[in-house]
């Protein structure tokens, strides 16, 4: 047996995205639905940081991080911007692909790997940055194990992770940022395209 490295790996860059990609992914979790605190990736280190107390209501309803390898760039803009149909120029957010990842069992921290299966995603635009939501389900779980699509899903899961997104970042009693919308929700097969660009992104990206 080789000696195990000496140092762990980068969630983003240092994780195999896995053989099966886009059908079964590995996936980084973040924050879950328990936490009250936003954690986020620090993407110099790779380690887990603090980025902002939730204080407020507005929890994530499902496992929520990001898919290693991948980058939300030109190419993931311009996909956006395509299907979208905008006569405005769409930049990719500049982040690894977003992943949510529904589950019937508690999983009460982030930081971890998991297997997931792509169901669908919402195409979000956040200030004219493409910041797509993809949606999976947990490899073997008893409850999602039959889903193949977003249509699979009861539409109240979809509705609760939509309102989310469109209001984890409001304050009350602060000045609206520009709104972010949800332009539309897609199937299984434009979500393996959206990863097919984000990891043609990430391969441009580190190329540089």
């Given at each position: 047996?080789?000696?195990?490295?000496?140092?762990?790996?980068?969630?983003?860059h240092?994780?195999?995205?896995?053989?099966?990609?886009?059908?079964?992914?590995?996936?980084?979790?973040?924050?879950?639905?328990?936490?009250?605190?936003?954690?986020?990736?620090?993407?110099?280190?790779?380690?887990?940081?603090?980025?902002?107390?939730?204080?407020?209501?507005?929890?994530?309803?499902?496992?929520y991080?990001?898919?290693p390898?991948?980058?939300?760039?030109?190419?993931?803009?311009?996909?956006?911007?395509?299907?979208?149909?905008?006569?405005?120029?769409?930049?990719?957010?500049?982040?690894?692909?977003?992943?949510?990842?529904?589950?019937?069992?508690?999983?009460?921290?982030?930081?971890?790997?998991?297997?997931?299966?792509?169901?669908?995603?919402?195409?979000?635009?956040?200030?004219?940055?493409?910041?797509?939501?993809?949606?999976?389900?947990?490899?073997?779980?008893?409850?999602?194990?039959?889903?193949?699509?977003?249509?699979?899903?009861?539409?109240?899961?979809?509705?609760?992770?939509?309102?989310?997104?469109?209001?984890?970042?409001?304050?009350?009693?602060?000045?609206?940022?520009?709104?972010?919308?949800?332009?539309?929700?897609?199937?299984?097969?434009?979500?393996?395209?959206?990863?097919?660009?984000?990891?043609?992104?990430?391969?441009?990206?580190?190329?540089?």
């Open positions: 047996m080789k000696n195990p490295p000496l140092y762990r790996a980068h969630p983003w240092g994780v195999p995205i896995g053989d099966d990609a886009p059908e079964i992914l590995t996936c980084y979790v973040e924050i879950v639905p328990t936490d009250t605190v936003k954690f986020e990736i620090d993407k110099a280190t790779g380690i887990l940081k603090v980025d902002r107390p939730q204080k407020f209501s507005n929890h994530v309803p499902a496992l991080g990001f898919i390898q991948t980058y939300c760039g030109d190419g993931v803009g311009a996909l956006c911007a395509q299907s979208t149909r905008s006569k405005k120029k769409i930049r990719g957010d500049g982040d690894p692909m977003d992943i949510c990842i529904l589950t019937e069992r508690p999983i009460l921290h982030g930081d971890i790997l998991v297997r997931a299966r792509p169901v669908g995603g919402f195409k979000l635009i956040d200030r004219s940055e493409a910041d797509d939501k993809i949606i999976a389900v947990l490899e073997g779980d008893d409850v999602y194990a039959a889903v193949r699509d977003v249509r699979d899903i009861p539409k109240g899961i979809i509705d609760r992770l939509k309102h989310y997104f469109l209001t984890y970042k409001e304050i009350p009693g602060q000045k609206k940022s520009p709104p972010v919308e949800v332009v539309a929700v897609y199937g299984r097969a434009a979500a393996h395209k959206v990863i097919q660009q984000s990891i043609a992104d990430y391969r441009q990206l580190i190329s540089k």
